[in-house]
């Protein structure tokens, strides 16, 4: 659990059921105005975000068509399903899909008025051919808001007949002028990038047909933009400037069988419970964003997982209906029941290792999981992985929102994510489809996450593209940042306050009677061993001595031995930095460097600290000060020392 928890002030819910953004998947938030524009189907809402109230909308009907002259000429441009939308100043950005699969789709412009109460056709932009605009699914403004980049993720019609090219599209906020950066160039690069990971398996598409953009993220100098391919199980890096498509960096996969990392696989075990099993994932990314840190680039994905389900192909099979290979799965026939692996989900085009007809390896699709990976010369490294956290957390603390129902198929499916600084703390909130719910994990570092709350209303279902409000943001009034969820599935929009709860957990390890025989010249480093796993479980750990930490008898006095002189001198110049060649060799002093290498920072007075008279003692005790205090790495040194000047018991 992280030290610093989120929790909701308070929470206030509108049912858009009716409006024109029933059913809401997106929200995009205006802080001039402090207003929240909710996106269905069908158009936009426009809400009071202090009262929830609906002061406006944009319903898609507005829409007209490229060539239409406000007031002159004005036609409506038939379009499908409204997918995104965006706001930059008193601009919004809306995507949508053609009026039928496969063919293209548009992003209008609109201006708000002074009180964002309504809005003004301002122009639409379509693919400059047939097909090259199909599905524009996700779409940001650059933050400087010159530029709108769209993922064109050209989804093919079911029985492939025709499969459009995806793309990214970067339209020219002011002018409407599109380029689109297409994976065309990669084609002939198809079977390397396969071999490296790349998954593609749409029947006659070529690779840019293939690969289906899905959602993006913008750096913070707006030059680059990286997209997931989620199908594809990539991410690809795009050139904003120069309209191109750099890189295609497959993701690889995880594995299901290593502690920490597994999943539930069973909707028919009669259990919630995360097991280790013989399974890999792709981790498919739905969501993602951009982190930079200390001069580097890191990418925050959510590990939905989806197949391809059409007319022409199945991606998706249960383990029960596949045939296994006998030699990489002995026990096939116990896996293969519905208790154990026998109803998961898994890839129907992955795994025949062999081209043998049969699966010599298993593929679920999705991790269950976030991740976050550092953007390298050579690819994406992935630094850290949420494992079976989200999975565990659901089980042991919040059952009531566990649909085991989907534990056979990607679980509770983290869909969307989006990252906020609150209180000098980074998180990232994911958002769990199938729990109804939105996780908060305090991100420590790139390496490093740990679970900060969930935020949940009973009887909002299947959050999806949700924003967090910075309190400076946040309409008067408001106590703490905001979180606005819409529910897809309730066709709600709920807007929580949330406020963080910062505890400081100070880990105190302490042991006593250290006193060294001559055991521990080989149990010494056993024991550092200990310390170091215990002190890494927490952020803040101290590690104590409660005293008798050397006794007289053969290891005291081979300490003694001047022979030992010379490694001391070193051993201390390798731990802190600093020469101490006037150090000279006393009894006990062995003893003392076994501590400080141990890790032990401070210690109380034992009754066998004298054993050998006061003097003995002291001239243990006084080592630090033979430190030349000018030397930083000596200022803060742990170099052990007594804390108190009587037997005591560690705090």
Known sequence: MSDTELSVLSSTTRDLGGEAAGGAEVVAYDPARKLTLALGPNGINILDTATGDVIGA??????????????????????????????????????????????????????????????????????????????????????????????IEGEPVSDYSTDPTGGVGIIDTATGALQIADFTGFNDDRAALIAAGLRLNGPGSTLAQDVEPEYLAVTSDGSTAYVTLQEANAIAEVDLAAATVTRVMPLGVKDHSTPGQGIDPSDEDGVTAVQEVPVFGLYMPDAIAVLEQDGKTYLVTANEGDGREYDAIEDEIRVEDLTLDPVAFPDAASLQQEENLGRLTVSATDGDIDGDGDHDLLYSLGARSFSIWEVTDGGLVQTYDSGDLIERTLFEQFPALVDDGRSDNKGPEPEHLTLATIDGNLFAFVGLERSNAVMAFEIESPTKASFAGLVNTPGDEAPEVFTVVPETDAPAGSDGPLLIVPNEGSGTVTTYELATDSTFTLQILHASDFEAG?????????????????????????????????????????????????????????????????????????DIAILNEIGVQASVIGNHEFDLGPNAFNNASILRARMPLSAPSARSSPICRPISTSRATAA
């Open 518 to 590: 001559i055991e521990a010249t080989q149990r010494a480093k056993n024991f550092a061993a200990i310390v170091d796993v215990l002190e890494d479980s927490y952020a803040n750990s101290i590690t104590l001595s409660s005293g008798d930490n050397f006794i007289p008898g053969p290891f005291t006095a081979a300490g003694a031995d001047p022979a030992v002189l010379s490694a001391l001198r070193s051993y201390y110049e390798q731990k802190f930095g600093v020469s101490l060649p006037s150090l000279s060799l006393d009894f006990n002093h062995l």
């Open 58 to 151: 944009i319903p898609k009907s507005a829409i007209l068509t490229p060539d239409s002259v406000p007031g002159v000429s004005e036609t409506v441009l038939p379009l499908g399903t409204a997918n995104s939308i965006a706001i930059h100043g008193d601009i919004v950005a809306i995507a949508l899909d053609g009026p039928a699969t496969g063919e293209n789709g548009a992003v209008a412009f609109f201006q708000l008025n002074g009180d964002g109460s309504a809005a003004t056709w301002i122009r639409t932009v379509t693919g400059p051919s047939a097909g090259s605009f199909a599905v524009p699914d996700m779409l940001t403004f650059t933050p400087d808001g010159s530029k709108v980049i769209v993922a």
